[in-house]
Every structure is written in structure tokens, then in C-alpha cells.
């Protein structure tokens, strides 16, 4: 289970890597003006992105306030609602830009700090609950403050979705991540150095594949292996994700260095890292197997006792109904006991690293 501190991590990264416009951020929330790309991915907008295509016109991305910890923020969202209902000594205090509503006082930093800094909002009514204002105003003011008499819709309209560990918004963030970073090439950053000094740097490039090994019976094990082959020497590296986490990586192709000529293609590399998959899958301890395939024959002998008698049946439509259910029975019997392993590619690419 993924805490709101690492769930907010992983949907920053992904609004960052698609190139969303943030208009507010802080600890518990995001507000963001989706780009095309992730707009496409999120929204599921077909009709309307087919509309845009056809006719050229520019596009009206949609904008939402992602909180990753509801409870905490609609606490401190009251509280600060409460601050500018009954302001002290009897006056309301008034707001300005980089200031929150009735949380100028001495108790008022922390909850700022939380909802992050906000602009003054309009004359007009309360906003209703998953209605607010422009991008512009603040979060307290779209569900607390004050906003125009009639609600904007449209593009215009910032929707609030809490994305907690489970939510459907979090799952659709984790499978457009999944789709758009299936495939991948990037260069390591070799820094400002590189840049400027008169020799370039060699870079090796690698192809590598993250293998998801799917192990199932009654049970079920999923292993990730992350296998990658310098296409230069044909070494293969069995932690290729160590070798990744201490370099800065760059989808762009950097000044001042060039890439070694590849000894393998595409295809035979590919074939390495399936070989050595396969030789290390052989050397697994399956006794996870073997105990599987007993309780499958213990399920189907029960399967065959119970309709043992049943298919003795005189009647010939009740016994071909009866021999239905029973072969019926055992297909499902041997689905879920039967051990099977499946081996896919979750993700894969070209990575071009300095040259040790």
C-alpha cells in the first residue's frame, strides 16, 4: 500500500513527464491544466479530440485539483473556512494576493503551507461542492471563497478528484504511464562539464527489457526482472535498474558525445536477454508446481465422485446435461488448479550510458 507522500510522487512525475501546466501545488494537492498528450490518456474525451483533429482548432484541455490526502486537507480547508467566518476582534480581515482567507494569524502558517499560497477571489456566491472557479483562483476560494455568480463550465471548470491508493483515478494515471512508457530511449545527462570540454564523450547503448514473470496456480507469484545487453560487447546485466538509478537520464540526445557503433542488432539482443531468461527460469525451485498439480488431482477426484453416480442417470437428456456440467466442472477445476507460467515485457528500451 502506497502512502499520499508516494502516491503524489508517482502522479507528479508522470504530470511532469507529459508537460501539464501546474497552477498550484502543495503537500496534499495539486491543481493542473492537463497538456494534449495527457488529456487524450485521462479524460476520455474521443468525440470531442476527433472534433480537433478534423478541424484544426486548438484544444481546450480540461483542469482538475488532485488531492492525496482528503482527510488532512479538508480539515485544514475548515479550518480555515472557520478563521474567515469569525475573524478576530470583530472585523474581516481582508485577503490579498499570497495570502489565504482568515489565515493571517499566528496559527495560520502551517494550513497556508498546506493548501499552498492562494489569489483574492471575486465578488459573488459560495462555490457548490465539484464546482469551482478559473485556474486563476484559489483553492480556498473555488470551495470556500467567493466566486462569480455563474458557475464557468466547460474547460474553464477545475474539477476536485481525490487520488488515494485504490482510487480509479490512480489506476488510470498507472496504466497511461504503462502504455506511453512501454517503450523507451534515453541518454544519460553527462552533466555541464561534458558540455563545454573539448572531447566528446562515448556512449555504450544497451537494450534492455523489465520481464514480469507470472507464476499461477490456486496461488499466484508475479517476479519483475530487469535484464539488459550492451549491444557493443554483448554483456548482459542481470540488475540493469542498479546500473540506471544512480544516472541522470534524458529523453534528449546530449551535446558533445557520440554513440558506439552496435556489434549486435536489435532482434539478436533481444534474443540474448529471452536465452538467459529462460536459462535462469530453469534453475527456479518449482516444488510450488508439483504441489499444485496434487491438490488438482485431489479437486478432480472429488469432481469425479460427485458425479459418478449422477451420470448413471436412465434418462438421456438429464445425462447429457449431467456429462455438460461435469466436463464443465473439470475445465474450471483444472483452470484454477493447473500450474502455468507466463513471462511478458512490461517495459523496454534503448539506453544510451558513458562508456566505463
Same mark, same amino acid.
Given at each position: 500500500?502506497l502512502?499520499?507522500?508516494e502516491?503524489?510522487?508517482?502522479?507528479?512525475?508522470?504530470?511532469?513527464?507529459?508537460?501539464?501546466t501546474?497552477?498550484?501545488?502543495?503537500?496534499?494537492h495539486?491543481?493542473?491544466?492537463?497538456?494534449?498528450?495527457?488529456?487524450?490518456m485521462l479524460?476520455?474525451?474521443?468525440? *470531442?479530440?476527433s472534433?480537433?483533429?478534423?478541424?484544426?482548432?486548438?484544444?481546450e484541455?480540461?483542469?482538475?485539483?488532485?488531492?492525496?490526502?482528503?482527510?488532512?486537507?479538508?480539515?485544514?480547508?475548515?479550518?480555515?473556512?472557520?478563521?474567515?467566518a469569525q475573524p478576530?476582534?470583530?472585523a474581516? /480581515?481582508?485577503?490579498g494576493?499570497?495570502?489565504?482567507?482568515g489565515?493571517?494569524?499566528?496559527?495560520?502558517?502551517?494550513?497556508?503551507?498546506?493548501?499552498?499560497?492562494?489569489?483574492?477571489?471575486?465578488?459573488?456566491g459560495v462555490?457548490?461542492?465539484?464546482?469551482?472557479?478559473a485556474?486563476?483562483?484559489?483553492?480556498l476560494?473555488?470551495?470556500?471563497?467567493?466566486?462569480?455568480?455563474?458557475p464557468?463550465?466547460?474547460?474553464?471548470?477545475?474539477?476536485?478528484e481525490?487520488?488515494?491508493?485504490g482510487?480509479?483515478?490512480?489506476?488510470q494515471?498507472?496504466?497511461?504511464?504503462?502504455?506511453?512508457?512501454?517503450?523507451?530511449?534515453l541518454?544519460?545527462?553527462?552533466?555541464q562539464r561534458? /558540455?563545454?570540454?573539448?572531447?566528446?564523450?562515448?556512449?555504450?547503448?544497451w537494450?534492455?527489457v523489465?520481464?514480469?514473470?507470472?507464476?499461477?496456480?490456486?496461488?499466484? /507469484?508475479?517476479?519483475l526482472?530487469?535484464?539488459?545487453?550492451?549491444?557493443?560487447?554483448?554483456?548482459?546485466?542481470?540488475d540493469?535498474?542498479a546500473r540506471?538509478?544512480?544516472?541522470e537520464?534524458?529523453?534528449?540526445l546530449?551535446?558533445?558525445?557520440?554513440?558506439?557503433?552496435?556489434?549486435?542488432?536489435?532482434?539478436?539482443?533481444?534474443?540474448?536477454?529471452?536465452g538467459?531468461?529462460?536459462s535462469?527460469?530453469?534453475?527456479?525451485?518449482y516444488?510450488?508446481?508439483?504441489?499444485?498439480r496434487?491438490?488438482?488431482e485431489l479437486?478432480?477426484?472429488i469432481?469425479?465422485?460427485?458425479?459418478?453416480?449422477?451420470?448413471?442417470?436412465?434418462?438421456?437428456?438429464?445425462?447429457?446435461?449431467?456429462?455438460?456440467?461435469y466436463?464443465?466442472?473439470?475445465?474450471?477445476t483444472?483452470w484454477?488448479?493447473?500450474?502455468?507460467i507466463?513471462?511478458?515485457?512490461v517495459t *523496454?528500451?534503448?539506453?544510451?550510458? /558513458?562508456?566505463t
Amino acid at each position: 500500500m502506497l502512502t499520499p507522500v508516494e502516491v503524489r510522487k508517482q502522479v507528479m512525475d508522470y504530470l511532469e513527464a507529459t508537460e501539464c501546466t501546474i497552477l498550484e501545488s502543495s503537500p496534499l494537492h495539486v491543481t493542473v491544466k492537463l497538456s494534449p498528450r495527457a488529456d487524450r490518456m485521462l479524460t476520455d474525451r474521443p468525440y *470531442y479530440w476527433s472534433f480537433v483533429e478534423r478541424t484544426g482548432v486548438d484544444p481546450e484541455t480540461l483542469s482538475f485539483s488532485f488531492v492525496f490526502d482528503p482527510e488532512k486537507y479538508d480539515a485544514l480547508a475548515a479550518q480555515a473556512a472557520e478563521r474567515t467566518a469569525q475573524p478576530r476582534g470583530g472585523a474581516r /480581515r481582508p485577503s490579498g494576493p499570497g495570502t489565504l482567507p482568515g489565515l493571517a494569524g499566528a496559527g495560520d502558517a502551517e494550513a497556508g503551507a498546506e493548501l499552498g499560497a492562494a489569489q483574492p477571489a471575486a465578488p459573488g456566491g459560495v462555490v457548490p461542492p465539484g464546482v469551482s472557479a478559473a485556474p486563476e483562483d484559489s483553492i480556498l476560494a473555488r470551495y470556500f471563497g467567493i466566486v462569480p455568480a455563474l458557475p464557468r463550465l466547460g474547460p474553464g471548470m477545475i474539477r476536485r478528484e481525490d487520488v488515494t491508493y485504490g482510487s480509479k483515478r490512480l489506476r488510470q494515471i498507472w496504466s497511461a504511464a504503462q502504455d506511453e512508457g512501454r517503450c523507451l530511449q534515453l541518454f544519460e545527462d553527462p552533466g555541464q562539464r561534458q /558540455r563545454t570540454t573539448l572531447f566528446s564523450a562515448a556512449y555504450e547503448p544497451w537494450l534492455a527489457v523489465c520481464y514480469k514473470v507470472e507464476m499461477t496456480c490456486d496461488l499466484k /507469484r508475479e517476479e519483475l526482472h530487469f535484464i539488459g545487453v550492451s549491444l557493443t560487447s554483448g554483456l548482459i546485466v542481470p540488475d540493469f535498474q542498479a546500473r540506471l538509478e544512480s544516472r541522470e537520464l534524458t529523453p534528449r540526445l546530449p551535446e558533445n558525445i557520440h554513440i558506439q557503433p552496435s556489434e549486435l542488432s536489435l532482434a539478436t539482443g533481444a534474443d540474448r536477454l529471452e536465452g538467459y531468461l529462460t536459462s535462469k527460469l530453469a534453475l527456479m525451485d518449482y516444488t510450488w508446481a508439483e504441489e499444485a498439480r496434487q491438490r488438482l488431482e485431489l479437486e478432480l477426484s472429488i469432481v469425479d465422485i460427485y458425479y459418478a453416480e449422477l451420470l448413471k442417470e436412465q434418462d438421456e437428456e438429464k445425462r447429457l446435461s449431467t456429462r455438460e456440467q461435469y466436463n464443465r466442472r473439470r475445465q474450471e477445476t483444472t483452470w484454477q488448479y493447473e500450474p502455468q507460467i507466463a513471462v511478458s515485457a512490461v517495459t *523496454y528500451g534503448l539506453f544510451h550510458l /558513458r562508456s566505463t
